[in-house]
């Protein structure tokens, strides 16, 4: 039976390609595996590192997109090129355990799960989550819960593996823009998957920095927000409207507190300078 293993996210760096695909080859012997490569052109070279590792070994393929990006979409495009009976999305930057891959591949060939969802030990988050991401996790966990109604520990999660049917079934129904594939593929899902965890220790980034930020925060609940439309809203759109709102509140606020400190009060000048504040919030959500 044949399992595709992660697809690699495309912010990886070059150097940390080579780093998980010989963890790989630990991790998967004596299964049938492959390794896709999805890179959006990044300017780190980690396409030249894919093709170069691709050319020497069959179990390394790499996607290079020109003129996309997204990490779902990326993910979603990588999932479907591939004809493996079992997918999966793992970081590219270590953070993940992939000994745990093995065990979640199990589970799903013996039919115990149709979804298996690498989850992070409490303990294991303080080496890569600064309290500010503890929180944003945790609110982003509860909001999950209360939306779709399932008591899964962690469905903030980008490491996961499923069956490629429900790929295949669910794939046009997803959005390709966002971080929280995982979320999506739950709520877009017309029947309860059946769903084992697998917990393991959430290891420290190795380079790069985290994209856990406000601006995920805002793309979540565009997920939520779609999905409780009934898909008809796009998430682009939610966020639009939700950093807008957010804008005209600072603006608002600012205007007030020009008013109050002010004396005369000058509007031309006020709104001069709250329009300067409000715009600034907007062109940097993830301060």
């Not at 004596?30 to 959006?40: F, H, K, R």
């Amino acid at each position: 039976m044949r399992q595709l293993p992660p697809i690699l996210q495309d912010y990886s760096k070059d150097a940390d390609v080579p780093v998980l695909f010989e963890r790989m080859k630990v991790a998967l012997d004596g299964l049938a595996w492959e390794m896709i490569v999805v890179d959006d052109d990044s300017p780190d070279g980690t396409f030249d590192v894919a093709f170069a590792i691709a050319a020497r070994d069959a179990r390394m393929r790499c996607v290079r997109r020109l003129a996309r990006s997204g990490l779902a979409g990326a993910v979603i495009e990588g999932w479907m090129s591939s004809s493996a009976e079992f997918v999966a999305v793992i970081d590219a930057d270590l953070q993940h355990d992939e000994r745990i891959l093995p065990e979640m591949y199990r589970a799903l060939a013996e039919g115990r799960a149709e979804l298996a969802i690498g989850t992070r030990l409490e303990d294991g988050l303080e080496p890569g989550f600064s309290p500010a991401r503890q929180k944003l996790s945790g609110l982003g966990a509860w909001l999950f819960r209360r939306a779709a109604g399932a008591a899964i520990s962690d469905p903030m999660s980008g490491f996961f593996m499923l069956r490629r049917a429900i790929v295949e079934r669910l794939a046009r129904r997803l959005s390709p823009d966002g971080f929280k594939l995982l979320v999506d593929v739950l709520l877009s899902s017309d029947r309860p998957l059946k769903i084992a965890e697998i917990p393991y220790s959430f290891r420290k980034r190795a380079a790069g920095e985290s994209k856990l930020s406000a601006l995920v925060g805002f793309e979540f609940l565009g997920l939520v927000v779609r999905h409780a439309s009934g898909r008809y809203l796009p998430v682009r759109f939610v966020l639009f409207s939700v950093i807008g709102a957010f804008g005209l509140v600072v603006h608002l606020a600012t205007l007030y507190a020009l008013k109050l400190a002010a004396e005369p009060f000058n509007f031309s000048i006020a709104q001069f300078v709250a329009t300067l504040v409000a715009n600034g919030q907007q062109f940097c959500p993830e301060q």
